[in-house]
């Protein structure tokens, strides 16, 4: 069986205190960094940008998985590979041209992620899923932490698993939202390989026991 990772969003960390926040993650059992970069535009909320990635990149010691949250990502695909960003992931919704972002991406020394919102269908990513190195299924409308896990996912994983299967890929899959202790074990029983937490993880009392559990669960 493949590995199943733990992903803590920065997005519920502590802002003032980023760094001891970022150690925290580094000497926990989490996988990976998650960092959700938003506009104001693709979603109605704004998050941080580049100075903010750059002071996280200076102390991450795992994995930046960097989830875009804007329109026209193609802009800044070398700027996120030169700031640190280790998988960049784009929204299928902002890209008219997803075979072309993919191949960027790859370009950049990066590996390629595709996030889905709750209304759009796994089924049209059927021509490009080869090209994919991970799909990121959201699993509430993105935007915001903290908000309530959209049951239909586990429909979404299940078909995109058969969709992964049947095409002979290797991308794994990714589940962005509302992510806890409830739901991660029949998250991973589903298919999915990532599991990414914010508001669960950090506004617990004892966030690195917090991801050692759900490490737990899913292993
Ligand atoms: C939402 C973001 C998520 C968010 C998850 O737009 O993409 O990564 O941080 O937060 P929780 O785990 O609190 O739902
Ligand atoms: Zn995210």
Request: glycine share 6%; hydrophobic share 45%; aromatic share 6%.
């Amino acid at each position: 069986m493949s590995i199943k990772r733990i992903a803590p969003s920065i997005l519920a960390a502590d802002f003032a205190n980023l760094q001891r926040d970022i150690e925290m993650v580094n000497q926990s059992e989490a996988d990976w960094f998650h960092i959700d970069i938003m506009d104001g535009v693709f979603v109605p909320n704004i998050s941080f940008g580049m100075p903010v990635l750059k002071a996280i990149s200076k102390h991450a010691t795992k994995t930046i998985d960097v989830h875009l949250m804007i329109v026209d990502p193609d802009r800044y695909i070398q700027t996120f590979a030169d700031l640190g960003a280790n998988v960049l992931t784009v929204h299928y919704e902002a890209c008219p041209h997803l075979h072309r972002t993919l191949q960027a991406i790859k370009a950049a020394g990066m590996k390629a992620g595709v996030a889905l919102n709750p209304h759009t269908n796994v089924n049209l990513l059927e021509d490009v899923i080869k090209d994919i190195d991970l799909v990121c299924i959201m699993s509430v409308n993105p935007g915001f932490g903290g908000q309530s896990f959209i049951e239909n996912t586990f429909s979404k994983i299940k078909r995109l698993k058969d969709l992964i299967i049947e095409k002979g890929a290797t991308t794994e899959i990714e589940i962005d939202g509302g992510v806890n202790d409830k739901n991660a074990k029949d998250l991973i029983d589903a298919g999915a390989d990532v599991l990414v937490a914010g508001s669960f993880v950090f506004k617990s009392e004892n966030p690195t026991a917090t991801i050692a559990n759900l490490k737990k669960i899913v292993s």
